[in-house]
């Protein structure tokens, strides 16, 4: 057993020594910066910016925003939460690199999306057009009255069946919008851009998994004079 320790004091002595030196003390800096990003970037938050205009009015191009990510231990998302997460189509790699890169940010390839959260696990989801051109979403058969949107008039024509059902959907299911209705499971959530006619979301390739989230949008801080929390509807059911 005391040779044990002995080898340990060893090594311990080996390793202050090491930390003396220049190459030690930039490598400890290094390591303790990266853990630091780490824990911030996985419990508390991160920052982020838009690159596109898929959530107009709320969000526009150049818009740096806070996204806080220690919520999600306590409660999944809530309707109306604008959520950052991973889409269906980027696949995660576990292997270490990409791994810390997610983790840190930094040199960070895997593409992610930022829409709101409209279907809950349990919800039935379904966009209908009226003979007026207008078109809304209704969740379990109630129309979701939304006043954050870009318009209601700038939704996609609903595809028929003989859309939905030639060669070109069903080879490229992503560039087909649906309508519904859409059945949500557990631990499934219905994604949509507030630009409802310039948006990739679960309309076209549908529901989202919980596990894809990365945190909740919580305020716009950059530019200056776009300063606002970014909050979710209290109530927004019409009969």
């Known amino acids: 057993m005391s040779e044990f320790w002995d080898k340990i004091k060893e090594y311990k002595r080996k390793y202050d020594e090491f930390n003396k030196t220049a190459?030690?003390?930039?490598?400890?800096?290094?390591?303790?910066?990266?853990?630091?990003?780490?824990?911030?970037?996985?419990?508390?938050?991160?920052?982020r910016w838009i690159p596109s205009g898929s959530m107009h009015p709320t969000l526009l191009e150049g818009d740096r925003i806070v996204v806080e990510r220690f919520m999600r231990f306590f409660k999944g998302p809530q309707r109306g939460d604008i959520m950052v997460f991973y889409p269906p189509?980027?696949?995660?790699?576990?292997?270490?690199?990409?791994?810390?890169?997610?983790?840190?940010?930094i040199l960070c390839k895997d593409v992610a999306y930022i829409k709101r959260v409209v279907g809950m696990p349990g919800d039935k989801v379904e966009i209908k057009r009226e003979n007026s051109g207008v078109s809304?979403?209704?969740?379990?058969?109630?129309?979701?009255?939304?006043?954050?949107?870009?318009?209601?008039?700038?939704?996609?024509?609903c595809p028929d069946n003989e859309i939905l059902n030639s060669d070109f959907a069903k080879m490229n299911p992503d560039q087909i919008m649906k309508c519904g209705p859409f059945y949500l499971k557990d631990n499934e959530y219905f994604m949509m851009g507030d630009n409802r006619g310039n948006s990739q979301d679960s309309r076209y390739w549908g529901v989202l998994k919980r596990d894809r989230f990365i945190g909740r949008a919580v305020v716009v801080f950059w530019p200056l004079n776009r300063i606002k929390p970014l909050k979710h509807l209290d109530n927004p059911f019409i009969k």
Not at 28 to 44: G, H, Q
Request: no cysteine; hydrophobic share 40%.
């Open 136 to 157: 809304y979403v209704y969740i379990n058969d109630k129309r979701y009255d939304e006043d954050y949107i870009q318009s209601v008039y700038e939704y996609p024509q």
């Open 89 to 105: 189509s980027t696949q995660l790699s576990r292997k270490p690199i990409p791994l810390l890169s997610r983790l840190t940010g």
């Open 23 to 47: 190459v030690g003390e930039t490598i400890s800096t290094i390591i303790f910066v990266l853990t630091a990003v780490i824990i911030i970037r996985f419990f508390i938050g991160e920052i």
